[in-house]
């Protein structure tokens, strides 16, 4: 026969272990609410969901190298559109409050360097094809980022949606023109229809109208990798550029993390065998101990980077043997290793057995990993939650490495290369001072007096 008063002691007992246990408590509870939180907002806005806001509007580069009437009109009609931010010319300042116009090079360089993912450029001739069928159009060249695929399908399919709100009454007169050229002149009472009907397409009322889905194959497009510009041979042109750097960046400084996390608790093993207590009586003091473990865990760090940079090299074809990736790759993954190892180690300090540490840890490096573009991609997050991936080592560590593995420029020089990654070296250095002086501080509670 079962004893229930036995079962309900049991099930108390467990309850009255679990309510104790704060870490336990937030990766039961806590943590699934925050996951949730976090995937809720970035994916808020796909798929409906009941949110007005939608996904964040897509930047996007236009350059108007036709600076007709037509182009200036669908250039407008760009801007009207909701999924789009479009930029036409730099931001104004006090030294330059009438910017020029990007060029073509300026599309192509900002693209490569990840300041846009999408870039449109309306060739000469553009106005006078539009809507053109015949075959001899001229197309609209689609400058992409590869790493971000949701942009340069979603402004595809928005540039074919601006042509007929550009407007309607040039893609009519183009059309009754291929009308005339192939099937005849047309009669003076047909004229007389067609001008009606263009003032009411110059009003607008027929842009409103009209669906996205109106204006599909109006515009030639022409989508061309940024990374392929640089490329002389044709079949290396077709070659689908590998975005495995862009994913081995995230992925590996979020183990990093976990690495230098489960490293750190050597100190609280230490603490528990009497170790610890052996170390601080001979003349080793606090501050030569704290560092000793920094500097190894460092160096086991750096290590396991670049094991896995190689390894990616060698199997995945990550691009890792050139000169300006060599340093700028050294740079960030001693930088990196340096700012977890004391991130491992001021996380060590503050718990105070191994199992809260694993806790904490667990906690911790998964909300950063989620904020800092580890898990998801920062094309598709909010743009408040590519603020709050400013305070996570993954989102200063991950902006490094992609200045190195996606968006270099090639024909920069060595020493120019290693200066565009001083934002994020000199970040995660201040970092890794910050989180060795916390630690210092915490570790106090280990010396005698």
Request: proline share 5%.
């Amino acid at each position: 026969m079962i004893r229930t008063r036995t079962i309900r002691t049991i099930v108390k007992i467990n309850w009255l272990y679990l309510k104790r246990d704060v870490v336990a408590l937030g990766l039961t509870f806590v943590l699934p609410l925050i996951f949730f939180s976090i995937f809720a907002v970035i994916f808020s806005g796909f798929g409906g969901g009941g949110s007005d806001a939608g996904p964040p509007a897509i930047d996007l580069l236009v350059v108007d190298l036709d600076s007709t009437e037509t182009s200036r009109r669908y250039v407008a009609a760009l801007g009207k559109q909701e999924a789009l931010e479009i930029a036409t010319a730099p931001s104004p300042t006090e030294e330059v409050p009438e910017p020029a116009p990007y060029t073509l090079e300026d599309a192509r360089k900002r693209v490569r360097e990840g300041r846009f993912p999408v870039a449109v450029v309306l060739p000469p001739g553009f106005g006078a094809t539009l809507g053109a069928f015949a075959g001899d159009s001229e197309p609209v060249e689609l400058i992409y980022d590869a790493s971000n695929p949701i942009a340069r399908h979603s402004v595809s399919g928005l540039l074919q949606a601006a042509a007929m709100t550009a407007g309607p009454d040039l893609l009519m007169k183009q059309g009754l023109g291929q009308l005339e050229e192939f099937g005849g002149p047309l009669t003076d009472q047909q004229r007389r229809a067609v001008e009606e009907a263009e003032g009411y397409f110059q009003s607008g009322e027929a842009a409103g109208a009209a669906g996205p889905g109106g204006a599909a194959g109006l515009v030639a497009v022409e989508a061309v990798d940024v990374r392929t510009f640089d490329v002389e041979d044709p079949e290396e042109k077709k070659r689908k550029r590998s975005i495995v750097p862009y994913q081995a960046a995230g992925i590996g400084v979020m183990f990093l993390l976990f690495s230098m996390a489960g490293a750190g608790g050597a100190l609280l093993d230490e603490e528990e065998s009497g170790v610890l207590e052996r170390v601080l009586l001979s003349h080793a003091s606090m501050t030569q101990l704290l560092l000793g473990k920094w500097l190894f865990y460092g160096v086991v760090g750096f290590a396991q980077v670049v094991l896995m940079f190689v390894w990616g090299a060698l199997v995945f074809d990550i691009e890792l043997w050139t000169p300006n990736r060599l340093a700028g790759f050294t740079a960030m993954a001693i930088v990196t290793a340096a700012a977890a190892a004391a991130f491992g180690i001021v996380l060590a300090t503050l718990c105070r057995t191994r199992s809260q540490l694993s806790g904490m840890s667990t906690i911790v490096i998964l909300i950063m990993s989620a904020l800092g573009g580890s898990m998801v991609p920062k094309f598709v997050m909010p743009d408040f939650m590519n603020t709050t991936a400013l305070f996570t080592i993954n989102g200063w560590a991950l902006d490094g490495f992609l200045k190195v593995f996606w968006y270099d420029d090639p024909a920069a020089s060595l020493p120019r290369a290693l200066l565009t990654l001083a934002p994020q070296v000199a970040v995660l250095a201040l970092m890794t001072v910050t989180f060795l002086t916390v630690a210092r501080w915490l570790a106090r509670r280990w010396e005698t007096v």
